[in-house]
């Protein structure tokens, strides 16, 4: 791994000698090293979000992005107007919007009091299985699954070791629903939202599109989850119903229920969707009883912060080393075929993870005859591969570390023996859906 830092350093250097003039100053000189040090920076940059982090250094996703955002810019490769160009300001304010939605539902109390009424009437584990699933399900699929996880995982967690379960397939549950529910809408995820921007494919239409394959994947995951966890399944004993004490602001509630709802009706209205969720979320902040500063400190500004990051590296990777042999070698792979595209699509977002994934799918999308087929297969096949593995997608490492503050470690092979089954079956459903 001490590989990245060594390319990072080298990308550094490449970017210090454009700039201060030391590289020869022929234009043809000039073109072939800054095609040189894009392509150094991209491959640094993509290789250190696939790991997480740079060895020895104490920087993470966000900070990788906003160095190879820099450097793009410091070695010439992209000027510095042309780099605040390429920052897609509708995603990054949907993405702000939704964040400040899920922010006040969480701040009134809604989702403890939600989940601990499906707590107590559930009765059963296996219908305890299911109501996690389709709570984190139904909730990621307009509120951003990252958001979900950060809330629903510690409420389960709690909640179930107070019931004396093992709550290990529960937060499994919860992970991996969140990512197949996600799959659904436009707002699901991250790079669904990107997608929505990129392609203008109408709210409704992505829905009704995507829908029936998140609730196929929906059942499957519980029916993998209660397999590969008989033992906590097998029994037929009634749980013991627990009462938590929660704290719950019930005209936070209401108001934050109203405007949620309104959100959605407006996404599916035909609003452009930053624009409905950012004035719902600026709306939700004009309150007495709860200071901006709390809401402010509930969203994921290193989040924001990646992605106007990615949009700059992939921007000037584009100018720098996308040519039309590139493009034409792309072609002869076949995209336009859906099974071709799901398969290179969840093989990068495994790779690179799905948001990084879909920015280098998009140059290639646009030479494609069926734009809003591709992309709806690129959002299909990039949010399903997410449950793989634990390092699939930001949902998933949300639940485990949860998980693990609490001393509940779930480990590779844990997460690996039902995710991967029910990728792979997902997926392949997800494509022949797609195909018809």
């Keep these: 791994m001490g590989i990245v830092l060594v390319v990072v350093v080298i990308a550094v250097t490449l970017a210090a000698a454009v700039t201060t003039g030391f590289l020869p100053a022929s234009p043809r000189i000039d073109d072939d090293t800054r095609k040189i040090a894009a392509g150094v920076i991209f491959a640094a940059s993509y290789l250190a979000l696939a790991i997480g982090k740079i060895p ?31 920052i897609d300001l509708d995603t990054i304010t949907l993405l702000l919007g939704v964040m400040i939605v899920v922010a006040s539902l969480r701040l009134s109390g809604f989702f403890a009091l939600a989940t601990a009424w499906v707590m107590r009437r559930a009765g059963r584990p ?28 510690p409420l389960v967690l709690d909640l179930t070791l107070r ?35 990129f392609s203008r494919v109408p709210y409704t239409h992505f829905f ?14 519980v029916a993998l989850v209660a397999l590969f966890h008989r033992a906590e399944f097998a029994g037929r004993g009634q749980m013991t119903a627990m009462k938590p004490h929660i704290r719950v602001n019930r005209v936070l509630v209401l108001r934050a229920l109203l ?31 709860v200071k901006s500063e709390r809401v402010y400190a509930e969203i994921d500004w290193s989040l924001l912060l990646m992605f106007a990051g990615l949009f700059i590296i992939v921007a000037g990777a584009q100018r720098a080393l996308l040519t039309p042999d590139l493009v034409a070698a792309v072609g002869r792979l076949h995209l336009d075929q859906v ?12 790779l690179v993870s799905n948001v990084p994934a879909v920015l280098m799918m998009k140059p290639f999308v646009d030479s494609l005859p069926d734009h809003d087929t591709a992309w709806l297969t690129i959002a299909m096949a990039s949010t399903l591969a997410g449950n793989f593995t634990i390092l699939g997608s930001i949902a998933n490492l949300i639940v485990v570390q949860k998980a693990a503050m609490r001393g509940v470690a779930i480990s590779f092979w844990e997460y690996f023996r039902v995710g991967a089954p029910l990728t792979v079956i997902t997926l392949l459903i997800g494509t022949y859906w797609m195909w018809l």
């Design 56 to 86: 020895g250094l104490s920087i993470d996703r966000a900070g990788v992005a906003l160095v190879g955002a820099c450097l793009m810019v410091a070695s010439g490769v992209l000027p510095l107007e042309d780099a605040t160009k390429a």
């Design 126 to 153: 296996f219908f305890l299985l299911c109501a996690v699933t389709a709570t984190s399900g139904v909730f990621s699929a307009f509120l951003v699954n990252d958001a979900i996880c950060l809330v629903l995982a």
């Design 163 to 197: 019931m004396g379960r093992d709550p290990k397939p529960y937060l499994l549950a919860v992970a991996m629903a969140s990512n197949v529910g996600s799959t659904a809408t436009i707002t699901g995820n991250p790079q669904n939202i990107m997608i929505g921007s």
């Design 208 to 221: 009704l599109t995507l829908v029936p394959v998140a609730l196929a994947g929906l059942a499957i995951t």
């Design 259 to 289: 405007a949620s709802a309104a959100m959605v009706e407006l996404f599916f209205a035909g609003e452009t969707p930053a624009k409905a969720a950012i004035v719902i979320g600026g709306l939700l902040l004009l309150t007495r009883r």
């Design 339 to 350: 099974a071709i595209l799901s398969a290179v699509t969840a093989a990068l977002s495994n």
